[in-house]
């Protein structure tokens, strides 16, 4: 099966909602979990990460929650904006000692105005 | 303080053909990561690249090859062209162990 699982794979939201998305993985020993934004035709880039010694980051409107018991975590985005329109991935390095970034299927969020 | 810089930003090959495409890492980052990214879906690990020598290879076959230079910049090769290669191939630096950052990725169209 997928070693990242997210979901949901479609997200809108009215502007100043806020969005969850959530990311499982498969491997206990994962100990780092960034989040990319994608848009359309450009880069991923990297909005917020965390380490496994950390339950919780935040980073103005965006946090990350890790829970390592139950092998997921999650983005959320409060007072959402057009502009946080675009596709997201989560990813987490699958094994141990492994250099090899994992990424879910992505979540395409829409804010609608 | 320069991001990293993928070249050409786009490719067009024909099957057969062989490609070269380049990365250079942001400034301070030792390590290369090379990605590629089919239409619709999250990037997928090729292989990275650490000290000049590869560290890890995804499940890509051995068409795909590479290359780190003493600069710390990166060549991705691929041989005989599929019409499944065309992708975007995205290359993301980091210090080892760090945070890892992409470039704006070539565009590769197989006809």
Redesign the interface.
């Known amino acids: 099966g997928e070693n990242v699982e997210q979901h949901p794979s479609t997200l809108s939201v009215q502007e100043g909602d806020s969005a969850v998305i959530k990311c499982t993985y498969s491997d206990s020993a994962s100990n780092y979990f ?1 989040w ?1 934004k994608q848009e359309l035709g ?5 909005i917020i ?1 965390i380490r496994s010694n950390v339950g919780e980051k935040k980073d103005q409107r965006i946090a990350v929650t890790l829970n390592k018991t139950a092998k997921h975590f999650s983005l959320h985005i409060t007072e959402t904006q057009p502009e946080d329109s675009a596709v997201y ?1 989560c ?1 987490a390095y699958i094994g141990a000692g ?9 979540t395409k969020l829409s804010v609608i105005p | 303080d320069a991001g990293v810089t993928q070249s050409p930003t786009h490719l067009i090959k024909t099957r057969g053909q062989q490609v070269t495409l380049r990365c250079s890492p942001k400034s301070g980052h030792d390590t290369v990561s090379w990605y590629q990214q089919a239409l619709g879906q999250g990037p997928q690990f090729i292989f990275q690249y650490y000290e000049e020598e590869e560290r890890q290879r995804g499940n890509f076959p051995d068409r795909f090859s590479g290359h780190q230079f003493p600069n710390y910049s990166s060549e991705l090769n691929v041989n005989a062209l599929l019409l499944g290669d065309s992708a975007l191939y995205l290359c993301a630096s980091s210090l080892t162990g760090g945070s890892q950052y992409f470039g704006p990725g070539t565009r590769l169209l197989v006809l």
């Open positions: 960034p990319y450009k880069r991923p880039q990297l990460d991935f990813a492994s250099y090899q970034l994992t990424f879910g299927k992505g």
